[in-house]
C-alpha cells in the first residue's frame, strides 16, 4: 500500500514518465525511477506508468513482478541484501543469511514487524573477490562476518 | 480449445504483399513429401499443409510463432541442432525432417517436465480427449513424470469470476497462447505472465479476477488454451459436443462465422469460424457466450391472443392465431382503406424472412406501408451514398482496413458496438496507421494500451456538417485533392460547386470553431493527415446518421473520399458500420415504403411490372408511409393495424410516449417476437419468433457480405419466423409457397439485379458473397466503384450545415447524446436475459465532473433527465470522458426509458430520428445518496 496520497504519487509518477517517456523502452527506467524515489513500487502507480506510456496495467505488472528488485510494497526503513553467488555462498553467506533471518525473525524477502529492517536476496553483487558480501542501504561491504552483522543489526535497532 | 475438428495449422499465413505480384512459392519436402508454399511460411504450417502435424504446445494458427515450447523441433539437412519449426522459415530446397529417434527422445524429454507441473488425471477434465496436452503426452508415451514437485502454480485457486470461462492456473503449462490471444488477436493487452520461474502464472490486470480486469471477455484466451485452463463453462458438466453447424452471428454487423458446437439437442458451445471471411477466427463477448437468451425461459413458445391491451393473454393454436390476425387486418381494410394496415420488418431477421414480410405487405395487404428499423439507424447511409456514390452500402471490406494508412473514425465507437472490427482496426494502428477520431466523448480508440489517436476532434453534439466542411475547407484551399481522380471519376459541375461552397471563409476551421468547438488547428493537421493518405479510410456509425442532418453529413463524408480520390481500391473508401446484424440486408431486401428490393423505385412501372408479373398481382405504385408517418396516421385514425416483426417500437424509437400513444390508437397490433417487450404491451396479437438459432437463412453483413444462418436447434415455438409469414400471406389470400429458405433466395435474385447471382449452393462453395453478385462479378464485388463510381461519375453534394432545432437554452442547458456498450446490445432483449448483465446492469448517465459538480452530484447518485419531451431518472457516473456541456447514456434498458426523453426531430431526407441531440437538464433527485432508487415509476407508461 502506498504511502502518499494519490495526487502526490500522481504527480511524482508523471514527472517520471514525462522525464523518461522518450526513451527506447522507457518502462524499466521509470520502474526505476519510481523505486528510487518511493522505495517500491506502489500499485496504484501502476495504471499511472501504464497510461502514460501507453502499455496496459497487466503489461507492467508482468514486469515489476518478473524483476526481483522492483518491490510492490514499501521496504524496511533499512534494507539488507546478502549476497547468493557462488562465491559469496562458498565462503559462507547462506550461513551469515541464516543468521541474519534468525536474529530479524523473518522470511527472505519480508520486513521486520516494527518496518525496521528489510532482508533480501541478491544473486551477485560482483565483490567476489572479497566474499562473502552484503549491501547495506546501497553501501558494497565484503568479508563480512557474523559479529559485523551483529553490531550492524544492532546500530539498526533489531533483535536483543 | 479451438473448434471440434478444426485443423490447425501452427502458424499464420505468410502474410501477403499488398499490390506485390504474389510471393514465388517456395517448394521443400516434408519427412519426404514435397510440398510448395507462399514465401514467408513457417515450416510448421509448411509441414501442415503437407499433411504432416508436427507436434507443439504454444502454436496455433491465429497467433504469430513464439517458439517456447521446445516440442516442434526439427531436424533440417545442412542446419546445426534442431531448429523450432514453429520461428524457422521455409527455404526452396529444404529437407525436413519430423520424425526420428533424437527428436523423440528430445520431445519425450521436454513432455516430462510438462507433465511433472500437470496433473495427468484426464478423465474428469472437460478437455478429456481434446487435450493437446494429453495427446501429445500419449503420442510420446508419457504416463507420468521422474520430475517430482514442480507444480508450484497449484495452490492459486481457481478463477470462477467471469460467468463464462474459468481460469484454472493448476492446468496451466504457461504457454502464453492466452497472453498473446489477448494481445495480438483482441488488442486489449489484459493478460501477463506475472512472476518468474516456478512461479510464473498467467495474471489479469493487476493479477486480479478476470472479471475485475480489463478483459472484455472475448473468448480468445479461451479459445486458444491448449489445456483446461481456461475453458468454457459449458463444456464442465456436459458430454462433448456431438455435431457442429457454421452459422453467422445474430448481433452486430460485422456478421461473424461462429461455429455452434451442439450435443443432446442443446447448443453448448459456440466458437468462432477460423475460416469465417468477416471475422478471421475472432468473436466477442456477445457473439460467443451470450446465446443463453435463445432458451430463457421468458421465450414465449405459444401464439397468444387477446381482445384488448389490457386484458391478460390467450394462449392459442397457430391456426387460431394467423386466422385471427389475418381477419383483423382485412376487416380494418374494409372498414378503413387498403392503406390503413402496414408492416415493420427487422433487421435482427434474416433476408428471406424481411423479404417476404414486404413481400406481405405489398402483395397481400396490397399499399407499400412497409418500414423498417434500419429508419432508425442508417437510412441516412443508404440516402447519402447512393446520391454521392450511386449505390446505398459501404464500400469496402472489413479486412480493407489492413492496407489503409490512415483511418478516420467518425461518431462510432467501435470498440463497444463493432467488438471484431475494432480489434482489426487496432491491430491495423499498431501496425502503423495513423488514427482521427471525431467523435464528442473519449471513446476507447482515443487512447488505449499500444494505441492513441494522432487527432481526437472532440466536436459538439449537432456540429457533424459544420466540421466536414472545415476538413474539406482545408483540403481544397491547400491544394490537397485528388484533381486526377475527380476530373476521371465525378461530374465537373458538382464539384465545382462544391469547391466553391466549401473555399467560402465561412466554412474555415477558424469560423467554425465557435460552433463545432474543436481547435481549427487541430481540424487542419487532421485534414492534412487525411488526405496525405496514401489510402484513407472513412468508418462511421450512428454518430454520423441519427442526427437532423444525418444525410447531409453522409454526403460530406463521400464528397472528402471522391475530393482525395480515397475509393475504387484497398484501403480506402467509406465504410457505415452498421448497427444490427441485419441492417444492410434489412434496406436490401425493399423494406422501405418507397423502394422494391434493391433499391429500386415503386414509382418505376418497369420495376413495378417484374414483380407483377413474379407475384401475379398489381402493385401500389405510391410510396407508403414510414414508420414515423404511420404513428401520425395512427394518431388521427387513419392507419390501424401494423405487424411487427422483431423490432421493439415502443422501447427503440424516439418519443416513447408518443409512440406508446400511437400504438395504443390501432385496432390490431401483432407482435412476432422472441419475447414479450416494450410494444406488445400495445399488442393484440402476439406470434412467437424464432432466434437465429432456430431457422435457415442468410445475414448480410455492414461489407455487403452474405452469410448463411443455419438451424441449430428446432425452433422452440415450432415454426420459423419465416414459416409465419407464410402462412400470414396464405391467410390473406396471398398464397406463398416455400419448403425451405433457399428458395425464397432464389426468388430474390430472381427479381433483384444485385443479388442476380446468389444461391444457397454458391454460399456453401464460397461460404459467403458479397454483393453485388451478378453476371458480371459471379463471386460477388469486395470493393465498390472500382474503375468508376457505381452511379457513373460521382456527384458532390454541396453540404450547407443547419443546426438541429434542438439547441440547449438556460432550461435544458446539456446536450445528451446516446450510445452502446460492449456488453449489451440494442434495447437489450437478448443481453439482459444473459449473464453479461454481471458488467452493465442498468443504463448510467454520464456526466463531467464541472457539471455534477454545479448540480451536487455524485458518482452512482440518482438524476432526474428532463428534456422538452419526456423525462426519466437513472444514475449518474462522474467522468471526463464526456466534454462538459455534454451528457450521454445507453439505451439497453427499459426501466431507465431513455427515449422518453429524446426528441422527433429527425434527418431531413430519410426520417432517420436525430438520438444523439436533445437539448437537456439533470438534476440531483433530493434524499437519494448513491445506491438507492427512489422509484423510476415507468414514464412509458404512465
Redesign the interface.
Known amino acids: 500500500m502506498s504511502t502518499h496520497r494519490p495526487q502526490e504519487l500522481q504527480a511524482l509518477v508523471l514527472a517520471i514518465t514525462a522525464r523518461l517517456r522518450d526513451q527506447p523502452g522507457p518502462l524499466l527506467e521509470v520502474l526505476h525511477g519510481v523505486q528510487d524515489a518511493l522505495g517500491f513500487v506502489p ?1 496504484e502507480a ?1 495504471p499511472l506508468i ?2 502514460e506510456l ?6 507492467v ?2 514486469v515489476v ?2 524483476y526481483r528488485w522492483f518491490r510492490s510494497t514499501p521496504p524496511g526503513r533499512h534494507v539488507l541484501r546478502v549476497c547468493r553467488g557462488e562465491a559469496c555462498q562458498s565462503m559462507g553467506a547462506r550461513a551469515l543469511e541464516a543468521h541474519a533471518l534468525a536474529t530479524l525473525g523473518i522470511d527472505c524477502g519480508q520486513t521486520t514487524a516494527d518496518g525496521a529492517i528489510s532482508l533480501e536476496p541478491v544473486y551477485c553483487l560482483g565483490n567476489c573477490a572479497c566474499a562473502p558480501a552484503v549491501m547495506l542501504d546501497g553501501e558494497l561491504r565484503g568479508r563480512v562476518t557474523r559479529e559485523d552483522l551483529d553490531a550492524l543489526l544492532e546500530s539498526w535497532g533489531a533483535g536483543q | 480449445m479451438h473448434a471440434v475438428g478444426y485443423h490447425d495449422l501452427g502458424t499464420p499465413a505468410a502474410p501477403a504483399a499488398p499490390a506485390a505480384p504474389a510471393a514465388p512459392a517456395i517448394r521443400l519436402s516434408i519427412d519426404g513429401t514435397s510440398v510448395e508454399v507462399p514465401s514467408g511460411t513457417s515450416v510448421m504450417r509448411a509441414a501442415a499443409l503437407a499433411g504432416v502435424s508436427v507436434p507443439n504446445l504454444c502454436a496455433t494458427d491465429t497467433l504469430k510463432s513464439f517458439g517456447s515450447c521446445r516440442l516442434c523441433l526439427v531436424e533440417i539437412e545442412g542446419h546445426k541442432g534442431y531448429p523450432a519449426s514453429c520461428t524457422t522459415g521455409v527455404a526452396d530446397g529444404m529437407r525436413v525432417r519430423t520424425h526420428s529417434a533424437a527428436l523423440m527422445q528430445l520431445r519425450r524429454s521436454v513432455l516430462e517436465l510438462y507433465v511433472s507441473d500437470h496433473p495427468l488425471a484426464c478423465e474428469p477434465c472437460p478437455a478429456n480427449g481434446h487435450c493437446e496436452l494429453q495427446t501429445q503426452a500419449a503420442a510420446h508415451g508419457i504416463t507420468h513424470s521422474r520430475y517430482a514437485g514442480g507444480a508450484s502454480r497449484r495452490g492459486g485457486g481457481r478463477d470462477v469470476s467471469n460467468p463464462y470461462f474459468s481460469f484454472d492456473p493448476d492446468l496451466c503449462i504457461v504457454c502464453s497462447r492466452c497472453v498473446r490471444a489477448c494481445e495480438e488477436v483482441q488488442g486489449t493487452f489484459a493478460l501477463t505472465i506475472e512472476d518468474r520461474g516456478f512461479s510464473s502464472r498467467v495474471a489479469a490486470g493487476q493479477s486480479e479476477p478476470f472479471l475485475l480486469s480489463e478483459c472484455v471477455s472475448c473468448g480468445a484466451c479461451v479459445e486458444s488454451c491448449p489445456t483446461a485452463a481456461l475453458h468454457e463453462k459449458t463444456l464442465q458438466a456436459c458430454a462433448p459436443p456431438e455435431r457442429s453447424v457454421t452459422t453467422t452471428c445474430a448481433y452486430c454487423g460485422v456478421g461473424c462465422s461462429l461455429v455452434a458446437e451442439a450435443g443432446h439437442g442443446e447448443l453448448m458451445r459456440m466458437v468462432p469460424d477460423r475460416t469465417g471471411q468477416a471475422n478471421h477466427g475472432h468473436a466477442c463477448v456477445k457473439g460467443r457466450f451470450a446465446w443463453g437468451y435463445a432458451t430463457h425461459p421468458e421465450r414465449v413458445t405459444r401464439p397468444m391472443l387477446r381482445k384488448h391491451t389490457g386484458e391478460p393473454w390467450r394462449e392459442v393454436s397457430w391456426d387460431e392465431a394467423i386466422a385471427h390476425a389475418a381477419e383483423a387486418l382485412q376487416r380494418i381494410q374494409a372498414c378503413h382503406g387498403r392503406g390503413a394496415v402496414g408492416g415493420i420488418t427487422s433487421s435482427r431477421c434474416t433476408n428471406e424472412e424481411t423479404f417476404l414480410v414486404q413481400k406481405l405487405v405489398r402483395a397481400a395487404l396490397g399499399n407499400n406501408n412497409v418500414d423498417t428499423c434500419a429508419r432508425v439507424c442508417h437510412s441516412p447511409s443508404g440516402y447519402g451514398l447512393k446520391q454521392t456514390l450511386g449505390e446505398s452500402a459501404g464500400t469496402q471490406t472489413f479486412d480493407s482496413v489492413m492496407q489503409a494508412d490512415v483511418i478516420m473514425v467518425i461518431g462510432a465507437n467501435p470498440t463497444e458496438a463493432h467488438p471484431v472490427f475494432a480489434a482489426q482496426l487496432k491491430r491495423r494502428i499498431r501496425g502503423g496507421a495513423r488514427l482521427i477520431v471525431i467523435d464528442p466523448r473519449t471513446i476507447e480508440l482515443v487512447h488505449a494500451p499500444h494505441l492513441r489517436a494522432a487527432w481526437h476532434l472532440r466536436l459538439r453534439p449537432g456540429t457533424n456538417v459544420a466540421l466536414m466542411n472545415a476538413l474539406a475547407h482545408v483540403i481544397v484551399t491547400e491544394g490537397l485533392t485528388d484533381e486526377a481522380y475527380v476530373a476521371a471519376h465525378c461530374e465537373e459541375d458538382s464539384y465545382v460547386r462544391w469547391r466553391d461552397f466549401v473555399s467560402q471563409p465561412a466554412q474555415s476551421p477558424e469560423a467554425t470553431a465557435g460552433l463545432t468547438a474543436v481547435p481549427a488547428a487541430e481540424v487542419r493537421a487532421a485534414a492534412r493527415l487525411y488526405a496525405a493518405g496514401p489510402n484513407g479510410t472513412i468508418c462511421y456509425g450512428l454518430g454520423v446518421t441519427e442526427h437532423s442532418q444525418g444525410s447531409t453529413t453522409v454526403m460530406a463524408i463521400a464528397n472528402l473520399a471522391m475530393a482525395t480520390g480515397n475509393l475504387g481500391r484497398e484501403g480506402v473508401g467509406v465504410c457505415p458500420l452498421r448497427g444490427q446484424n441485419n441492417v444492410q440486408g434489412a434496406c436490401d431486401m425493399g423494406s422501405f415504403p418507397h423502394e422494391l428490393s434493391g433499391y429500386r423505385h415503386v414509382s418505376d412501372p418497369a420495376v413495378r411490372a417484374i414483380f407483377e408479373s413474379d407475384w401475379q398481382v398489381v402493385l401500389d405504385p405510391e410510396p407508403g408511409l414510414r414508420i414515423p408517418n404511420m404513428f401520425e396516421a395512427a394518431l388521427d385514425g387513419s392507419f390501424r393495424g401494423l405487424y411487427v416483426q422483431g423490432e421493439d417500437l415502443a422501447q427503440s424509437d424516439p418519443n416513447a410516449r408518443h409512440v406508446a400513444a400511437a400504438l395504443q390508437a390501432m385496432d390490431c397490433v401483432i407482435v412476432q417476437d422472441l419475447f414479450l417487450n416494450e410494444t406488445s404491451r400495445y399488442a393484440h396479437v402476439f406470434l412467437p419468433g424464432s432466434s437465429f438459432l432456430e431457422k435457415d437463412g442468410t445475414f448480410t453483413n455492414a461489407e455487403r457480405r452474405i452469410s448463411r444462418v443455419r438451424k441449430v436447434i428446432e425452433p422452440l415455438a415450432g415454426l420459423a419466423d419465416w414459416e409465419v409469414t407464410v402462412r400470414l400471406a396464405n391467410a390473406l389470400g396471398h398464397p406463398m409457397r416455400y419448403a425451405h429458405p433457399s428458395e425464397i433466395m432464389a426468388e430474390i435474385a430472381r427479381l433483384t439485379p444485385t443479388f442476380r447471382g446468389v444461391s444457397y449452393d454458391k454460399l456453401e462453395r464460397l461460404g459467403s458473397l458479397q454483393w453485388p453478385c451478378d453476371e458480371g462479378a459471379p463471386e460477388g464485388t469486395p470493393t465498390l466503384h472500382v474503375g468508376h463510381p457505381v452511379r457513373g461519375r460521382g456527384r458532390f453534394g454541396v453540404t450547407r450545415f443547419v443546426a438541429t432545432n434542438e439547441r440547449s437554452s438556460a432550461r435544458y442547458p446539456l446536450l445528451l447524446t446516446t450510445g452502446r456498450v460492449l456488453t449489451q446490445y440494442n434495447v437489450g432483449t437478448q443481453t439482459r436475459r444473459t449473464a453479461n448483465l454481471l458488467w452493465y446492469d442498468e443504463d448510467l448517465l454520464e456526466i463531467h465532473p464541472h457539471d455534477a459538480e454545479d448540480r451536487g452530484v455524485g458518482e452512482g447518485d440518482w438524476v432526474h433527465l428532463a428534456s422538452r419531451t419526456g423525462e426519466t431518472r437513472l444514475r449518474a457516473t462522474v467522468t471526463e470522458r464526456v466534454a462538459p456541456g455534454v451528457v450521454y447514456t445507453t439505451f439497453h434498458f427499459p426501466e431507465s426509458a431513455t427515449n422518453v426523453v429524446t426528441t422527433e426531430n429527425s434527418d431531413w431526407a430519410t426520417n432517420c430520428p436525430e438520438y444523439k441531440v436533445t437539448a437537456v437538464q439533470v438534476t440531483r433527485v433530493a434524499g437519494t445518496a448513491g445506491g438507492h432508487d427512489p422509484g423510476r415509476g415507468n414514464p412509458v407508461h404512465a
Do not use: K, T, Y
Open positions: 500499485g501502476v501504464a497510461r501507453n502499455l496496459s496495467r497487466a503489461e505488472h508482468g513482478s518478473f
